[in-house]
């Protein structure tokens, strides 16, 4: 029969000690026992319990310390008092402490029964709360940045030192490298955490639409403004702002933006009054930043302003060792959002992943692995759950041919063959691009009967 649950009964007379393990393991509890509050300590301190039923009046160690040790080493663990001596203050005393509920000697067993019941509920209850709010956090409110790659560490490193300042950030990389997810980082982990954190996709408005919800308006700016609007500046009022696509903003609104920085207040639409601002400013951008300051598209006033630090986030196709910890990482969490046991990914089905090129960065990434465990009938991730246009590319590279798959001889002249191509037929380059040296490609080629006229045109 599975354990009800996991019991302490801490009792100095023997006898009665005797009397409760046996009654609460007919129960269909787990129960340990003993008569000495020193022993239970130590059991507390390496061992977890449910509920712990003690007395409160022993010999040295009595059943408040066990009460406080249970306080500090397990939090969930429900806490009953026996005592022979009641008085009502010991029982506030206990209750005031933590304890989960007083009963007097003598007792009546159905009503430890009752009580330990009650208790083991509350403490299944507080274990859900506790398991549900860190799934949470984890996933959404705290924010967790998997790499293992030396050049990401470095960034990682850099936001670790900038985000507890209110400097401003630049964050700049490709489409779903993870900037967004950097900017709640650096909120996150700052003065500012309490505050909100507020994200504008400068290009998801039209210019108009984009100054009023960035600066808000008076009552009657314009037809249709018919109430006083707060803009999102202000609303970042104690938190972070986060400017999305900072390249996506007109000239003339970069302008204004300048000026609210550097000013630190506000003028509503249609307003004659500035108000205060306190927020702190990350833009990011997927385009390359020497590009846009000098085409135009970002103003260079306002990304001095703004680039006080730059955080320069690498594509994931420059980072291929951050592609397995990222998957087991995803695995988990929608595993657990959508309440499914897929615990692994096949050996295969990783070095696939590993040979992709994910122009979609990270969040193809994501969604590749969301994909592998909603479809999932089993425990694994396996190549079947993995995108057509992954698997093709990979069988593409062992393609059998009538029946067999290449010998690894065939296999490295096309190679080679193709690295060749690749560089132009110049052998000097085709090295260095196979990681060889010069002499060693050419008795490659010697011995491969490779060293003619034929090299530039053969594909695998
Ligand atoms: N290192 C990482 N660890 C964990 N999750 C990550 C990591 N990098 C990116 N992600 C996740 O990948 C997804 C895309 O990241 P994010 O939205 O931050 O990218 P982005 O650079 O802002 O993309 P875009 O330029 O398209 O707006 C998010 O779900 C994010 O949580
Ligand atoms: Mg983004």
Redesign the pocket.
């Known amino acids: 029969m599975q354990s009800k649950g996991r019991l302490l009964i801490v009792e100095d007379e023997k006898i009665a000690l005797k009397n409760l393990v046996h009654v609460m393991t007919k129960e269909g509890y787990d129960v340990a026992g003993t008569q000495s509050g020193a022993t239970a300590l130590g059991w507390i301190e390496s061992q977890s319990f449910d509920v712990v039923l003690t007395d409160l009046r022993m010999e040295k160690v009595d059943g408040m310390q066990v009460l406080k040790k249970c306080r500090e080493r397990s939090p969930d663990t429900e806490v009953i008092m026996i005592t022979g001596h009641a008085t009502p203050e010991s029982a506030v005393e206990a209750m005031k402490s933590g304890a989960f509920f007083y009963i007097a000697k003598p007792f009546r067993l159905d009503d430890v029964r009752k009580v330990v019941r009650e208790a083991l509920e509350k403490n299944l209850l507080k274990r859900e709360n506790r398991q549900l709010r860190e799934q949470i956090e984890g996933y959404e409110g705290k924010v967790?940045?998997?790499?293992q790659d030396p050049a990401?560490l470095k960034v990682l490193e850099m936001a670790r030192q900038v985000a507890p300042t209110d400097c401003n950030v630049l964050i700049t990389?490709?489409?779903?490298?993870?900037?967004?997810?950097?900017a709640r980082y650096l909120h996150y982990n700052s003065g500012r955490a309490d505050g909100p954190f507020v994200a504008v996709n400068c290009g998801a408005f039209g210019e108009e639409l984009l100054s009023n919800e960035l600066f808000g308006h008076e009552k009657g700016a314009f037809t249709g403004a018919l109430t006083l609007k707060k803009g999102l500046i202000e609303s970042a009022q104690g938190g972070t702002l986060f400017l999305?696509e900072i390249t996506e903003m007109s000239p003339a609104m970069q302008v204004k933006l300048l000026r609210v920085i550097q000013e630190r207040e506000v003028l509503h639409l249609g307003g004659t009054a500035p108000v205060k601002t306190d927020a702190r400013y990350i833009a990011?951008t997927?385009r390359d930043i020497e590009t846009v300051t000098r085409d135009g598209s970002l103003r260079q006033d306002l990304f001095f302003r703004l680039n006080v630090v730059n955080l320069h986030?690498p594509p994931l196709c420059e980072r291929k060792g951050?592609v397995a910890p990222?998957s087991y990482?995803f695995l988990k969490k929608f595993s657990v959002l959508m309440k499914k046991e897929v615990n692994d990914i096949s050996p295969e089905a990783i070095s696939v992943l590993e040979n992709h090129d994910f122009p979609g960065?990270?969040?193809e990434l994501?969604n590749i692995i969301e994909r592998g465990v909603a479809i999932n009938t089993g425990q694994t991730i396996e190549l079947a759950h993995l995108p057509e246009k992954l698997r093709e590319a990979s069988a593409q590279m062992f393609r059998k041919k009538e029946g067999r798959v290449p010998s690894l001889e065939a296999q490295e002249k096309a190679y080679i063959r193709w690295v060749l191509n690749e560089a132009g037929g110049n052998q000097t380059v085709a090295a260095q691009m196979l990681g060889i040296n010069r002499v060693s490609l050419w008795r490659k080629l010697k011995s491969y009967e490779m060293d003619d006229g034929t090299l530039l045109d053969g594909t695998p």
């Open positions: 967790k940045i998997i790499t990401m990389g490709e489409s779903g490298t993870g900037k967004e997810l950097f999305d990011a997927n986030i951050d990222l990482y960065n990270v969040r994501e």
